[in-house]
Nanobody
Framework: QVQLVESGGGLVQAGGSLRLSCAAS????????MGWFRQAPGKEREFVAT????????YYSDSVAGRFFVSRDIAQNTGYLQMNSLKPEDTAVYYC????????????????????WGQGTQVTVSS
């Protein structure tokens, strides 16, 4: 089993920054891709960013590219999502997820590509 715990969410004004963390425990001796998703009220969960098991490949959604940066500390089993120039439309619950099938070097961008999920952390951006 794997447990993922997000932290770092909160309330911030538009233009501000937040850094989310995702701490993994349990089956962490295995390599895994890590993804970040978000879900706003009344909307489906959507892809935000992903980073490959070795940190060598990153992808971002068009809505966050150039503002968000995904990283990970493999030794600490922790992933990060640095969010800059936040906008009110970034308001959502943010989730991290892990995919242990690393036969594909490129991490997926769909929720079905991930096996384990954190409980989510709320990010609210005021205008």
């Amino acid at each position: 089993q794997v447990q993922l715990v997000e932290s770092g969410g909160g309330l911030v004004q538009a233009g501000g920054s937040l850094r989310l963390s995702c701490a993994a425990s349990g089956r962490t001796f295995s390599t895994y891709h890590m993804g970040w998703f978000r879900q706003a009220p009344g909307k489906e969960r959507e892809f935000v960013a992903t980073i490959s098991w070795n940190g060598g490949t990153r992808y971002y959604s068009d809505s966050v590219a150039g503002r968000f940066f995904v990283s990970r500390d493999i030794a600490q089993n922790t992933g990060y999502l640095q969010m800059n120039s936040l906008k009110p439309e970034d308001t959502a619950v943010y989730y991290c997820a892990a995919n242990f099938d690393v036969r594909t070097a490129v991490p997926g961008q769909e929720t079905r590509d991930y096996d384990y999920w954190g409980q989510g952390t709320q990010v609210t951006v005021s205008s």
